[in-house]
């Protein structure tokens, strides 16, 4: 009778007066030395009827083959990943991005970039346009000889001691584009359209704003947070913070290489027709990285003229009369100047209300440092 076996075991399990025989000792109780929680556990999807043996189940038929493993009771898992295998993955799809019209940002497709927008440029809606803000360089101070005796004008002399505090200065002339942003703030007013004046000219968003007067070049610089340089703070940078040297890179000969100006130091012509623009003369740039103190645009400081440094002070601060002057100092050289103009230490100068298509502008703002 095939039922018989079963039977009995469940019978001599409902007369037992424990979990185990009378002789049962502790180590019959204990599972095998080899099992594992899982061996232990029912699965998670068993029911009641699952945990009973069947009805015509012998001894033999409940117990797992010899040879069995652990690995061969659970599921088959995807080596690399730990998934359960699930069949063949399609390969991943593609994306072909489209940049059409777009010189920078992502693409409408994949998202992929298009492109970077070169220095100076930022990337608004697909399109490169010139930066407007402001990029300040810490000017650290310090105490040098202003001034040289190394020209064919007295303007520049006597050479004389002059401690500058810290301060900043932007790194660039201010740009077209950076005027224009004052100006549609109401802040400024529109500079002068005459010949080779960059307002209003296409193509001229990176030159240096000129044709403004020392009144427009002001109130730009006070807008920003800042102010005018004085001159002592202006050739403090332009000798690469006080250094002994007649140009901002150094003693070496003006090349056209170096700025924009009308010729190099030979004589031979730089073939300039106008303004470039700003930084593009990288060899010229001084050892903090400002560009453009030589040539391009004069730029306004804040002093008045004076014909030479007799009584100049000795502290940085501008050289201011009271009442003011009828002539503000320029510095730098221009794009249609010869290198002598250039030098760190050339000074120039012209009434407040004249606007030049080769004056300029650098705003400058003091430090708590």
């Known amino acids: 009778m095939r039922n018989g076996p079963v039977f009995i075991i469940l019978l001599s399990l409902l007369v037992a007066p424990g979990c185990g025989s009378e002789d049962d000792t502790p180590t019959d109780l204990q599972p095998r030395e080899d099992a594992t929680l899982v061996d232990l556990q029912p699965q998670e999807d068993a029911t009641p009827a699952d945990l009973q043996p069947q009805e015509d189940a012998t001894p033999a038929d409940l117990q797992p083959e010899e040879d069995a493993t652990l690995a061969d009771l659970q599921p088959e898992v995807d080596g690399a990943t730990g998934d359960q295998q699930t069949g063949d993955v399609s390969e991943e799809s593609t994306c072909t991005p489209d940049c059409s019209g777009l010189e920078c940002g992502p693409d409408p497709l994949c998202g992929q970039e298009c492109g970077p927008c070169d220095w100076g440029w930022i990337c608004n809606e697909g399109d490169c346009v010139a930066d ?35 301060f900043e200065l932007a790194r660039t002339e201010v740009t077209v584009a950076q005027y224009r942003a004052c100006v549609e703030a109401q802040a400024c007013t ?58 901002p890179w150094g003693d070496a000969a003006l090349t056209c290489d170096h700025a924009v ?26 050892d903090q990285g ?66 030049h298509y080769n004056c300029g502008l650098r705003p400058a703002r003091s430090t708590s440092r």
């Open 132 to 166: 407007t803000a402001i990029e300040w360089v810490a000017i650290a101070g310090g105490t040098y000889q202003m001034g040289d005796e190394e020209d064919d004008s007295s303007w520049n002399e006597p050479a004389h001691s002059v401690t500058v505090p810290t």
């Open 190 to 247: 529109e500079p002068d359209t005459s010949t080779d004046c960059n307002w209003g000219v296409d193509g001229r968003d990176r030159h240096p704003i000129n044709c403004v007067t020392w009144h427009q070049a002001r109130q730009y610089a006070e807008w920003t947070g800042g102010r005018l340089p004085s001159e002592a703070e202006w050739e403090y940078t332009a000798r690469s913070q006080g250094q002994d040297i007649e140009y």
């Open 261 to 286: 100006v009308s010729e190099d130091s030979t004589g031979t012509s730089c073939e300039t027709t106008g303004t470039q623009p700003v930084c593009s003369k990288t060899i010229g740039h001084s």
């Open 290 to 355: 400002l560009c453009d103190l030589a040539g391009n645009v004069w730029e306004w400081t804040e002093d008045d003229w004076h014909g030479d440094y007799t009584g100049a002070p000795a502290d940085g601060s501008a050289w201011v009369d009271i009442p003011r002057g009828t002539v503000r100092v320029m510095r730098g050289g221009g794009w249609d100047y010869p290198p002598r103009n250039a030098r760190a230490a050339r000074r120039d100068g012209d009434e407040p209300g004249i606007s």
